[in-house]
């Protein structure tokens, strides 16, 4: 055992020595100083009255505290009314919020998101199914923590990532029946029909449908007169943004059937948030009329250190940007957000768009987390007795991997609306 070498050198140790408390303050002051500043513009051309949109920069992961601020930012597009959309806008947050596991740390905090935003999803067309009104509604859904943006998303509402490096990449898929073929296949496989608008004389018009009640839409949070093989169980991605942050365009689908992902971004390079969706909405319009409502929400998130609004990239096109634009934004999301990560861009941290319940809400004991505990359903939150619930994966052919009595469970009520997604019951019967 040697011995702690002269006074001196044990002086100069101790003096090397910081105080824990000092340590967690310099951290906090450190992250304070990294995290990036969000500014955000919206703008609205309203023809029926069913988009709706929410913003809210003041939400904390550890309500009283600062430094677990985040920021939400969604779009709301209805049909057959406005109740859909007024009720998920009112409601979807705290659902997903209470479906987080209390006393997270942040990392902690972001993984658990994408299953609690799936559990918010279908706790939200749930409550709302149960009024009996008839309306729907897309959701397009964004969290901004820090430089990690996390996407949801069901029905034809948009979501596009435009970087400093002049690169556009769709966090959204389109639940479009004509442009979507596993969503096609998904549908009527769960015992949906899917075909055009049938007029006088055999003819058939327009896209394609879901019958009964002929919604162009896949998958919406309502429309409860459709059938439930349309989920509410939203698309899912996750990513990290570089130090150079980036701009994010949310909007309706008034925006994204007269422009492109890349005609979008292009049309407001070099404004700021609040002027850019105006330009955006302005360029829709000039392109194809007010022949919907017209809605966008554009999100800079901005580096700590510049106090300018992105500008727009330089007009001499070097070899990286020219190889962004060879391809299209209607490209699949997951082939263009891969090459982003391989440059540097974005690190994509999680995706996943499945329609079965039982995937997305995973394996309790699989990663050491509960949604919000043993006894608790995964979706709706209720308190169960140990007799009472009912494991996602039972009897489940798409999770061989998984025991029946694995968690998470699901109450009754939220299991029978599982089966009814998944075509093993009729919507509305209940399991007894």
């Given amino acids: ?16 020595l910081v105080p824990l408390a000092a340590l967690i303050s310099r951290e906090l002051r450190n992250e304070r100083m990294e995290k990036p500043m969000v500014r955000y513009g919206c703008a609205a051309q309203s023809r029926k009255g069913e ?5 809210k920069t003041d939400c904390q992961r550890v309500l009283g505290n600062p430094s677990t601020s985040f920021s939400v930012f969604a779009v709301f ?5 406005n109740a859909a959309a007024i009720f998920s806008m009112d409601n979807l947050l705290n659902h997903i919020l209470s479906a987080i596991p209390r006393g997270l740390g942040r990392e902690e905090w972001l993984q658990a998101l994408p299953r609690a935003l799936v559990a918010g999803f279908v706790k939200t067309d749930k409550e709302f199914q149960s009024r009996g009104q008839t309306s729907g509604t897309t959701a397009t859904f964004v969290i901004v923590d820090g430089w990690t943006v996390t996407v949801a998303s069901v029905g034809d509402s948009r979501c596009v990532l435009d970087t400093q490096g002049g690169a556009v990449a769709a966090l959204t898929v389109d639940h479009r029946l004509e442009e979507n073929v596993e969503e096609r296949e998904r549908v009527t496989a769960s015992g949906g029909e899917v075909g055009r608008l049938s007029i006088f ?18 998958r919406s949070i309502g429309d409860m007169d459709v059938g439930e093989f349309i989920v509410p169980i939203p698309f899912v991605k996750q990513v990290k943004l570089s130090s150079a942050g980036g701009r994010l365009i949310i909007a309706s689908d ?18 700021p948030a609040e002027l850019a969706a105006r330009q955006v909405v302005k360029e829709a319009l000039r392109t194809r009329g007010l022949k919907d409502d017209t809605t966008c929400i554009v999100v800079d998130i901005i580096p700590p250190d510049n106090t300018v609004q992105p500008s727009s990239p330089p007009k001499k096109q070097n070899k990286f940007r020219a190889f962004f634009f060879r391809k299209k934004s209607r490209d699949l999301s997951s082939k263009l957000s891969k090459k982003l990560s391989t440059v540097g861009i974005v690190e994509e941290l999680f995706e996943e768009g499945s329609a079965m319940l039982a995937e997305r809400l995973g394996n309790d004991d699989s990663n050491g987390q509960t949604t919000a505990g043993l006894f608790v359903c995964a979706v709706c939150q209720t308190d169960l007795a140990p007799s009472e619930g009912i494991s996602v994966h039972a009897g489940s052919i798409f999770s061989t991997s998984a025991k029946p009595w694995q968690g998470p469970f699901l109450c009754a009520d939220c299991r029978n609306k599982k089966d009814a997604m998944e075509g093993k019951r009729p919507s509305g019967v209940k399991v007894v």
């Fill in 51 to 55: 988009d709706y949109v929410l913003t």
């Fill in 201 to 218: 004389g055999g003819s058939e018009i327009g896209p394609l449908r879901c019958w009964p009640g002929g919604l162009c839409l896949s």
């Fill in 1 to 16: 055992m040697t011995r702690m070498g002269s006074r001196e050198e044990r002086h100069k140790y101790q003096h090397d």
């Fill in 254 to 271: 008034g925006i994204w059937d007269a422009l492109s992902s890349d005609e979008a971004a292009k049309s407001c390079r070099g404004l």
């Fill in 77 to 81: 597009d209805g049909h057959n009314g």
